[in-house]
């Protein structure tokens, strides 16, 4: 579909400012610090922006509002709801807890609580991972762009991870903060300004019509209730991929870069409740994606958001919105990449292969794996099918890698072992993706997501491997005697 030429000037003024603006602030990622941790001088109000930006990417913009239009308002709830718990607790307890350790990377803590070698194969596992997460959001940018300039989704995908390279290549994660803040603030105006004219138009239809609209395209009474018609095993797959916030680098990141410990914290929760408010607005751009346009004329549910922002916004506003968009999926892609290069300069590079390596070289091959993981990226993409099976299908695999590591870092108080760390993260990733192969049966009559499964192999091999090994001190307990010093 065809926007005005204002709206595509529009598109393209954001995706130019945002990268002017990075570019200038890109001196100041000359440095490991700066370049992988924003040289820790992140304040409450770019913590929070960032937070924002990057965590809600253009996938969610265009997965939920699919996900209700084709499912009914349960859509929202089954493959949202969870992420707003998850969320909260993270803000609440493991951003402040991981800015006091200071550390770079989820990895260094992985190295602080189970030894050396945990820091080299969970840098390797989180350095593969941010170029899969970043998958969906690459996808997500080329549904836009498919869109907007009719090019192939194939051709905009390696377009959208080429422009990411080069950004990710000069800017680094001071910049990257920094144009979160701008990206953010497109968004927050983009948002209010399609669900002020979908609330306009909406009720122009007048009650009895939106009834009437809304049931002819959710047929099936299920899509009326909160769950829809998922599968008990998908329900629980889904929360299974909510748990990601626990995990991911894009919450630490914004947690080592803080200032502060309370910045950290107070950023990423005040973050938490103007994400609830987005995830309530993209319901209500979902069901009114139903109301205005019905069953015909779109070719794919999740670009919904984009056939109703042309269907509803005026010339100029509609590329604002657009330009928000772009602006969601560029954030969340340059801060995964970024989050990579520091797994693989720092915990890979340095660590191990070079340890008297200087902070240039470091940097250098922090963005020879931005090259990588654009590649990975650009593959994994091509053959995804949709953005919520290729979301689910990252969060089935990926959680239980990493989650029970994690949460025995936080909370098993007692000393741990580097085969707790092997046997866990290789337990939960065979459990797993054996179960995705089998097609994720019921286990003794028990709906059984392979994310489940893949957790409750991943504690097994925990609490085994524990019991053999080197005891190595508990990091709570190393910070308050003084034997572990942040960074």
Sequence with gaps: MALSWIDNAIIWAGIIV?????????????????????????????????????????SFYLWLPGAVYSMGWGGWVVTCGIFCVIDMAMGYFFAFKARMVGQYTVPDMFGKAFGKKAQLVSGIAY????GVFASAEVLAIALVLNFVFGMSTSLAIILSAAFVVVYCFTAGQYA?????????????????????????????EGNTALVAKLAEVWRDPLQFTPISNYSTTQVIGFSITG??????????????????????????????????????MLMIIGIASVVLLGTSGMENAEQATLYLSAHVLPVGICGIVFAALV??????VNSSFIAGASNLGRDIYQKFINPKATQKQIVNVGRIGIVFQAVLTVVISLFADSLVHLSYL??????????????????????????????????????????????????????????????????????????????????????????????
């Design 18 to 58: 945002t990268t002017i603006v990075g570019m200038y602030f890109s001196k100041y990622s000359n440095s490991v610090d700066g370049f992988f941790v924003a040289g820790r001088k992140m304040t409450f109000p770019l913590v929070l922006a960032s937070m924002l930006a990057s965590w809600h990417g253009i």
């Design 127 to 130: 350095f593969l991972y941010m």
């Design 176 to 204: 990257v903060f920094i144009t979160d803040f701008i990206q953010y603030l497109l968004m927050v105006l983009g948002l209010a300004c399609l669900c002020f004219f979908c609330f306009g138009s909406v009720m122009g």
């Design 243 to 280: 748990l990601g916030a626990i995990m991911s680098p894009l919450y630490f990141s914004r947690a080592f870069s803080a200032k502060t410990a309370k910045i950290a914290r107070d950023g990423i929760l005040s973050s938490l409740y103007a994400m609830v408010s987005h995830d309530w």
């Design 327 to 332: 602006s969601a999926g560029l954030s969340t």
């Design 394 to 487: 990252i969060g089935q695999v990926s959680q239980p890698i990493f989650i029970v590591p994690i949460l025995a870092i936080f909370f098993h108080r007692k000393p741990k072992t580097l085969p707790a760390c092997f046997l866990s993260m290789g337990l939960g990733a065979a459990f797993s993706v054996t179960w995705l192969l089998l097609g994720e049966p019921n286990l003794f009559g028990i709906p059984m997501a392979a994310g489940m499964f893949g957790i409750i192999g991943s504690a097994i091999g925990y609490f085994v491997g524990n019991c053999f090994g080197t005891k190595h001190p508990d990091v709570w307990e190393a910070m308050r005697r003084g034997e572990l010093a942040a960074e």
